[in-house]
């Protein structure tokens, strides 16, 4: 299964949605009980995207390939987590597999970057989408670039919010937040939004102005579970900024709810 969920708002009716393109895998945590029967990893992942309101219509479902599944052991004293992946050959979300998307029904486009090729004419259909529509009606789009790949450089010039992970900017030299935005400015478009998160440093961002933002991290009182606290973040700052808050706003937001998601065990108790 490669994903293409988009977040459902309950009751909006015809609110245009956000969507996220990226790939599904399936994390088991270290709880044998926990662990779905065999040959049901995509039943069981769609039922828990239902139970939370993630709208699975635009699915691109795959006839080969099995589940990607990480086993994480998440450590009781730190909440810090190790993951082993089993990797497979799951095809990624291709351009054609985009055609299907009805443009029009979303607001927010996210990726996160893997198959370079493809992901970039998918946003060049936005962009051309873009250009004949009134400023309502366009579609922002953003990009996560994560894993320090060369090929994967190219969508930081693509989004016009882009997330920049630590180890990106590490593998860079880069020491902290600020230093990295202001080191990777000159990759991305001139009206860009970068953000950089930096664990519990907090994060920092930066606006088409230069000026660089910052918001502190807000450390739960005991860390139970790290894993997913940076795509909470990201999520929770889509969010605040689809919803028209500032970037300041956002940041600030971002890094309160993935403090909280930090302090209990996966993502029940977000909401």
Not at 188 to 201: D, F, L, N, S
């Amino acid at each position: 299964m490669a994903a293409g969920a988009a977040r459902r708002d309950p009751g909006s009716g015809g609110e245009r949605r956000i969507l996220c393109v990226g790939l599904v895998c399936l994390d088991i945590i270290s709880v044998v009980e926990a662990y779905p029967p065999e040959d049901s990893d995509t039943s069981f992942i769609v039922a828990d995207f239902r139970r939370r309101g993630v709208d699975v219509s635009h699915v691109a479902w795959q006839p080969r390939g099995d589940v990607p599944c990480a086993c994480c052991v998440v450590s009781a004293a730190s909440g810090s987590r190790t993951i082993v992946l089993y990797d497979t050959n799951l095809p990624d979300v291709t351009a054609r597999d985009f055609e299907k998307v009805d443009l029009s029904r979303f607001k927010w486009i996210h990726w996160e970057a893997r198959n370079v090729a493809e992901q970039v004419e998918m946003i060049r259909r936005v962009e051309r989408h873009n250009r004949s529509r009134g400023a309502g009606e366009r579609v922002r789009i953003s990009v996560e670039v994560e894993k320090p790949r060369q090929e994967l450089l190219e969508l930081l010039g693509l989004g016009e919010v882009v997330f920049i992970s630590k180890d990106l900017a590490q593998h860079f030299g880069y020491s902290s937040a600020p230093e990295a935005l202001r080191g990777l400015r000159s990759r991305v478009q001139p009206r860009a939004t970068m953000i950089c998160a930096w664990a519990e440093a907090g994060a920092d961002a930066m606006g088409p102005d230069g000026e660089i933002l910052h918001s502190d991290a807000f450390p739960p009182e005991t860390v139970v579970d790290t894993l997913g606290a940076g795509d909470t973040f990201n999520a929770a700052v889509i969010f605040a900024l689809s919803e028209g808050k500032s970037l300041q706003e956002a940041l600030t937001f971002g890094c309160r709810i993935a403090g909280k998601k930090c302090g209990i065990q996966g993502f029940d108790g977000l909401v």
